[in-house]
């Protein structure tokens, strides 16, 4: 018998996936080009928004809505060290372009029902010097994003959602991503839809459009609003190679376009198939004989309609001291399984080398996830009962550990 394999994601592409791939292969049109901007209008247009700008990987989308917002081209450019609030609870790729851009992360804890950033703890960690908050909707649920809004409006803050992994998820109706000044996404393998790698990040300001445009290629003019002005004034140079602003290469391929492209198109299929798969364990476990209240689970707020990427845990209090040996057991046994992203991140040994909390302030409920949290995916496939009851069989076995 073949041993059982419950990774984060099974068997992502499609036939009709790969050959997307493999047809961008045969017309020999590798970097980004058509397809790539064919999906960006497709993508904005879904999700409803004006643009969008695909990347790499989501990694890539958040590093350039951050370096937007420092930029000398945008409007209201941030300074060095002014602060941008963000969730102790959340990814490294969230918290690095903060860095990276000279402005200053200030930490907010979350809420226990969301994993999302605290608005009570938002609204206290405000000052003079806060310019912009950095939301990390967590494994496809937000906040409450009326108030959100409410508090930055009143501050004049800039919202960046990362949606990486909150791809599909809404609160009142709206795609979350698209209700602050910047949203991104992430195409990554176990995501919501995926091509692998690749990103995306959106907005509805056309300006900021045109500088994240610059910024992922090079700097350059190409493509922009702003390459009629520079080109009239700098007439000796190459026209096709203006360099107007500073800039990377976070450009993505075609390949990725075309695959996350076929993806998209059944990004409501996946959602409604994920969220099913997660009643169903969720169903077997607490109607087996052996449930005890191991585990609690997130319930969606009645504003939100959630998008899932994994099932989240939190076990039983007198089980957390179990936990790090009943991950390993799950790995032995074929359930790949993660910490609810990189658990608190002013415990990361990064956090000490970059001296991100002096004061040692402790956030109790972004500790209280880490120490008691994991998720294991869902996946885009319906399960059968052998596979739920096998899950379930293993997911019980917590307390003989």
């Keep these: 018998m073949s041993k059982f394999q419950y990774k984060l994601l099974s068997d992502a592409f499609s036939g009709k996936d790969i050959n997307a791939g493999i047809n961008v292969l045969k017309s020999r049109q590798l970097t980004m080009s058509k397809v790539t901007e064919n999906f960006e209008?497709?993508?904005?247009?879904?999700?409803?928004?004006?643009?969008?700008?695909?990347?790499?990987?989501?990694?890539?989308?958040?590093?350039?809505?951050?370096?937007?917002?420092?930029?000398?081209?945008?409007?209201?450019?941030?300074?060095?060290?002014?602060?941008v609030l963000i969730p102790a609870i959340c990814w490294s790729t969230s918290l690095w372009p903060i860095v990276q851009n000279n402005l200053k992360p200030?930490?907010?804890?979350?809420?226990l029902d969301t994993f999302n950033i605290s608005v009570d703890d938002l609204k206290k960690k405000i000052t003079s010097k806060t310019k912009a908050i950095l939301l990390v909707h967590v494994l496809g649920l937000s906040s409450d994003l009326d108030k959100i809004k409410e508090i930055a409006k009143k501050n004049k803050l800039i919202i960046i959602e990362d949606t990486c992994e909150s791809l599909g998820a809404k609160f009142k109706g709206k795609n979350l991503g698209t209700i602050g000044d910047f949203g991104?996404?992430?195409?990554?393998?176990?995501?919501?839809?995926?091509?692998?790698?690749?990103?995306?990040?959106?907005?509805?300001?056309?300006?900021?459009?045109?500088i994240l445009k610059s910024l992922r290629s090079h700097g350059w003019s190409r493509g922009t609003i702003f390459h009629n002005y520079f080109k009239k004034r700098y007439k000796k140079l190459d026209e096709r190679f203006l360099f107007i602003n500073s800039g990377y290469n976070l450009r993505p391929t075609e390949i990725q376009a075309a695959i996350a492209r076929?993806?998209?198109?059944?990004?409501?299929?996946?959602?409604?198939?994920?969220?099913?798969?997660?009643?169903?364990?969720?169903?077997?476990?607490?109607?087996?004989n052996k449930w005890n209240n191991q585990y609690t689970f997130l319930t969606p707020k009645k504003n939100i309609?959630?998008?899932?990427?994994?099932?989240?845990?939190?076990?039983?209090?007198?089980?957390?001291?179990?936990?790090?040996?009943?991950?390993?057991?799950?790995?032995?046994?074929?359930?790949?399984?993660?910490?609810?992203?990189?658990?608190?991140?002013?415990?990361?040994?990064?956090?000490?080398?970059?001296?991100?909390?002096?004061?040692?302030?402790?956030?109790q409920n972004s500790q209280k996830i880490e120490d008691s949290g994991f998720f294991i995916g869902l996946h885009t496939k319906k399960l059968n009962r052998s596979d739920v009851n096998k899950l379930t069989n293993l997911l019980l076995k917590i307390e003989e550990i």
């Excluded at 200030?106 to 809420?111: A, L, N, S």
């Excluded at 990004?267 to 607490?286: A, C, D, G, P, V």
């Excluded at 799950?330 to 658990?343: A, K, T």
């Design 106 to 111: 200030v930490f907010v804890d979350v809420d």
């Design 305 to 363: 309609q959630p998008s899932w990427f994994g099932l989240t845990f939190l076990v039983r209090d007198d089980l957390i001291i179990k936990k790090k040996n009943f991950l390993k057991f799950l790995s032995r046994n074929g359930v790949e399984n993660r910490p609810i992203l990189s658990g608190n991140f002013l415990n990361q040994p990064a956090s000490k080398l970059y001296k991100l909390n002096k004061k040692m302030h402790f956030f």
């Design 41 to 83: 209008k497709i993508f904005a247009t879904k999700m409803g928004c004006k643009y969008a700008v695909m990347a790499n990987s989501g990694s890539s989308a958040n590093l350039l809505a951050l370096s937007a917002i420092i930029n000398p081209l945008f409007k209201k450019k941030l300074s060095q060290r002014d602060e």
């Design 184 to 210: 991104t996404y992430s195409f990554y393998y176990s995501h919501q839809i995926t091509s692998g790698e690749g990103g995306m990040v959106v907005c509805n300001d056309s300006r900021n459009y045109h």
């Design 262 to 288: 076929s993806q998209f198109r059944r990004m409501k299929q996946f959602s409604k198939i994920r969220n099913e798969n997660r009643s169903k364990i969720i169903s077997s476990l607490t109607k087996n």
